[in-house]
């Protein structure tokens, strides 16, 4: 009897040390924002599958810089990989999750080489260099963000949704 007691009472105290190792949420402090938002932004940095099931216009190139107006590139999310216009051609290329929320591994972009005046052919070049750079997404004001790392530059494409007919 007594043996079996100090075998129960030395599960009871391991499993309470595991139960203490394991984290219970966001233990940062308050200046650091929880996972999934960014503080002083409306940012969020949701599920992969957010994007899905909508049409993305490229907006801007950047914050300070719009795309031009009268070459459109979309974006859209199927079956594991983004496809669309990249302002000439069509492209697609893989996608998946990455290890950390709103984190993505984006493979090489491929497509048709149709031949296409400027400036389509500058900023379809522009994109498909960013959009196989791209490292993460996240939602901005209703907008979507894919954060790139490019030749030492870091940037985020801004999308906006297009509107149903």
């Not at 190139?61 to 079956?79: F, K, M, Y």
């Not at 900023?123 to 490292?135: C, I, P, S, W, Y």
């Amino acid at each position: 009897m007594i043996h079996t007691r100090q075998v129960w009472w030395t599960a009871v105290i391991a499993l309470a040390a595991l139960a203490g190792c394991q984290s219970s949420g966001d233990r940062s402090s308050p200046a650091t924002p929880p996972a999934g938002t960014v503080a002083g932004d409306s940012v969020s940095r949701p599920e992969l599958q957010a994007i899905a099931g909508t049409d993305w216009i490229l907006e801007r190139w950047s914050e300070a810089e719009p795309a031009p107006g009268d070459v459109e590139v979309t974006l859209r999310l199927v079956d594991g990989r983004f496809a669309g216009s990249s302002g000439c051609n069509n492209y697609f290329c893989t996608v998946a999750a990455g290890d950390a929320p709103g984190a993505l591994v984006v493979g090489p972009p491929a497509g048709t080489r149709m031949a296409c005046p400027e400036p389509a052919m500058g900023v379809e070049d522009r994109f498909l260099q960013r959009l196989g750079a791209v490292k993460s997404f996240r939602f901005l004001e209703g907008r979507l963000g894919l954060v790139y790392e490019l030749d030492g530059e870091s940037g985020m494409l801004l999308f906006r949704a297009q509107s149903k007919p």
